[in-house]
């Protein structure tokens, strides 16, 4: 059942697949549980769901859109603090959604995963939906990143970069 505007934040490890080649799998695939770990020790803090391991990513549903660009902001700063990963990049889209069987289908999730793609490594990139849905934020500024084209979806869209504001100060 569809029922009302959902929010869907993806994170995914920047250059995963030069990891596993540089440091071989099991490297690799402690580097991806690793970003499972800390989506899922702040996702309760966000009102946040992990849905799945998506491979060397991570897809969550979240209850508010604000909470979900802070639950980015927040999983790109712990992220940060160990030099030794690589870098993960993030999308988040809101709309509407079907979840069955414990997982989330629709056109909403779709964008939210290639808004991950279209991010750059260290980036958090949300659409104009999300920004709508989200109202104010209490610690985040949002920069116009453009329109940008989707693999497989048909019209361009609207997205900005998310940045800590308390990053902005320093």
């Not at 499972?36 to 060397?56: F, I, N, Q, S």
Request: aromatic share 6%; with cysteine.
């Amino acid at each position: 059942m569809t029922n009302g505007t959902h929010t869907f934040l993806f994170a995914d490890i920047s250059g995963y697949s030069l990891l596993t080649e540089l440091d071989g799998d099991e490297a690799a695939a402690d580097v991806a549980l690793a970003l499972v770990e800390v989506a899922t020790a702040l996702a309760p803090r966000h009102g946040a769901r992990l849905v799945k391991c998506l491979g060397d990513g991570v897809m969550l549903h979240v209850q508010c859109a604000s909470d979900a660009v802070e639950l980015g902001l927040d999983l790109l700063e712990r992220w940060r603090q160990d030099p030794s990963l690589p870098p993960v990049h993030i999308g988040v889209h809101s709309g509407p959604a079907l979840e069955r069987a414990g997982d989330w289908w629709g056109a909403t999730v779709n964008v939210a995963a290639r808004v991950t793609t279209a991010a750059g490594a260290g980036q958090l990139l949300l659409t104009d939906a999300t920004r709508a849905a989200a109202g104010r934020f209490r610690t985040a500024r949002l920069d116009g990143a453009g329109r940008v084209r989707l693999k497989n979806i048909t019209s361009p869209i609207t997205v900005y970069e998310a940045f800590r504001e308390t990053a902005l100060a320093a």
